[in-house]
Every structure is written in C-alpha cells, then in structure tokens.
C-alpha cells in the first residue's frame, strides 16, 4: 500500500501499467515440427500466457499458437467474433453478451476463481462508505455493458437497496479508467484483476467486493469455425488438456506463479501475489452444474436489462468438444 496513488509519479505508473497489460497480438509464432495446425490464443491481460510460460505446458504441444492479448472482455470478443482467435478466456457475463451480439462460440471448458477478483473501488479520502452511499453518484464500470462488473455492481445496488436508476453508470476500458481513477478523474469505479489490485494495492479503498454476488467461474470459449474444423478442433482439446496441467501446476506453485505474472505484466510482484492467488486457474470441463449457474446469471441479467435477451445457455455450450484426459 502507498500514499502515492495521486501523485503524477503514480499516474505514470498507471498508464506504463496499462500499456503493459494492453498489448495487441503478442509473442512469436511457436512452431514445432510439421504442426497440423495453429492456434491463435485470445488472453485477458496476459493471465493465460503467463500462466502457460511459467508451467510450460505449452511446450512439445502438437501445434503452433500465438497470443493476442486484450485489455477487456469485450474487444477480446469483436475478435472472436470475426474468426480471428480460435479461443477467447472471460468470466460468465461477458461469454452471455457475446453470444447476445451473435458472436459463433461454444463454451467449452470452465475455470474457477474467487469472486474477491472484482469489486468496486473509491477513492482513499472519498466520503463514499457504502454502497448505499452510491445513490446519486456516478459510477465507472469496466469494460463494457455485460461485463463481470456491471453485474457485481446491481447486484451490490440490489443488495443495499439501491434502484439502479438512481446510479448514472458510464463504461470505459480499464486501461482508460485506470489513469482517470489515478487522477482523481472519478471516484467509483467497478473494476476486475488486475487493474482491481493495482487500484488498492496504491491506496484505492474497497466498497464492496463480489464475494456472494458473482459466481467466480470464468469459461473458456471456442470459435464455432475452429470447431468445426476437424485438425483445429483437435489442437483445442490438446490446449485444454495443458490448461488443466497448467491450472494444476498454479495451485501447487504460487510462488512461481506470481513471478512469472509479474515478469509478463511487468506488475510489482506484491500486486502479482495477489491477482494470481484468485485468478481463474482451475480448469475442468463444464458440468451440468456450471451450467445452472451461468443460466442463473442469465436469467437474472436478462430481468435487470444488463442482457436484452435471455440466452439459454446450454445452447451455446458443447460438452463433447473436451473430456478431460485422465
């Protein structure tokens, strides 16, 4: 914790922060000898890659891959959305919105986080201590409508009692956010790891975190043409395989864990211990339980109107596609 959250120093920090964690399409072309096929990876701000290169289960995979990093769940999905990742990583809302934009996926697998991953953060000084306090406030939500922190924030509002009418919400990206929050800027802002963590760990304050309001289950997601594609879709299943290997490794190797998140990110390594200490790692094929929690969500968000439409989620998921290898 530092008290230099205001300072332009720290407002620096900020957007180098940002800039690390926004990079575009990242790292090179890995190619193995006479790969059937290649995978282009879509990552959340460097949480898959950094995962994969600290436990190197990537390595001898039977297929070449790269990284293309986003900021947010929502420009994630645009590539998705037009065949330009064969696999996207996003928590529940933001796969529901996805499909609302008519985005071709089909969940395939489902990772497990915890739910103090995302909260609403002010600032240190704010006479905001509560979140009933939030009533006629303006509060900024990452990153975009459908977004894993659109739906803590009603559902804290809901909590509190709170109409959501009585709340202006305006979305931005976190990067973005990020630097106006440094800035004093704004005061409430609806956020997830890492830009969350790096938010407290420089002095922000916790509202209300998304413990018993989110369900901390994120998906993973493939491209319906990938799937369709007999050698693409078989270099799926073997990336999902080495993610559970991974996601296995991350929970037996904390430590190396955090080091290789912070040498990716380039995040203070007090910020690494904590974003990935309750990162979605733990990776399992999706089970009918998976899939009554993510319609619950569904449901709920399609009734507030965060999601025009009801999805119905068993549609949009396929449990053929990945059975885990023993």
Do not use: C
Request: glycine share 8%; net charge positive.
């Amino acid at each position: 914790m530092t008290s230099l959250l205001f300072s332009m120093a720290s407002r620096r920090r900020w957007l180098q922060q940002g800039a690390a964690l926004s990079l575009a399409t990242s790292g090179s072309l890995r190619a193995f000898a006479q790969p059937q096929t290649t995978l282009v990876l879509g990552d959340q701000a460097g949480g898959l890659r950094s995962l994969f290169e600290a436990s190197r289960t990537l390595e001898g995979a039977p297929f070449a891959y790269r990284w293309a990093n986003f900021q947010g769940a929502a420009p994630l999905f645009e590539a998705q959305r037009s065949a330009a990742v064969d696999t996207a990583m996003a928590g529940d809302l933001p796969v529901l919105a996805a499909a609302v934009g008519k985005t071709p996926l089909k969940i395939v697998a489902t990772r497990v986080g915890k739910a103090e991953s995302l909260g609403i953060v002010v600032q240190q000084d704010s006479r905001l201590r509560s979140v009933a306090d939030l009533r006629g406030q303006t509060v900024i939500v990452s990153s975009a409508r459908g977004s894993i922190s659109q739906y803590q924030l009603y559902g804290a509002l809901e909590e509190a009692g709170v109409k959501r009418e009585e709340v202006t919400v305006k979305f931005v990206l976190p990067t973005d956010a990020a630097a106006a929050f440094a800035s004093r800027q704004i005061d409430a802002w609806a956020v997830f790891d890492p830009y969350y963590a790096i938010a407290l760990q420089q002095g922000g304050r916790m509202l209300r975190d998304g413990r018993g309001i989110n369900t901390a289950l994120g998906f993973i997601t493939a491209t319906e043409s990938s799937l369709a594609d007999p050698a693409r879709r078989a270099a799926i299943v073997q990336f999902l395989d080495r993610l559970a290997r991974a996601g296995d490794w991350a929970l037996a190797n904390p430590e190396a864990y955090a080091q290789a998140y912070s040498q990716l990110t380039r995040l203070p390594m007090a910020s690494a211990r904590i974003i990935t200490a309750r990162a979605s790692v733990a990776g399992r094929p999706v089970s009918e339980a998976d899939i009554a929690a993510l319609q619950a969500v569904a449901d709920r968000s399609a009734r507030d109107g965060i999601l025009p439409v009801r999805v119905d989620v068993r549609a949009i998921t396929d449990t053929n596609v990945w059975k885990r290898a023993a």
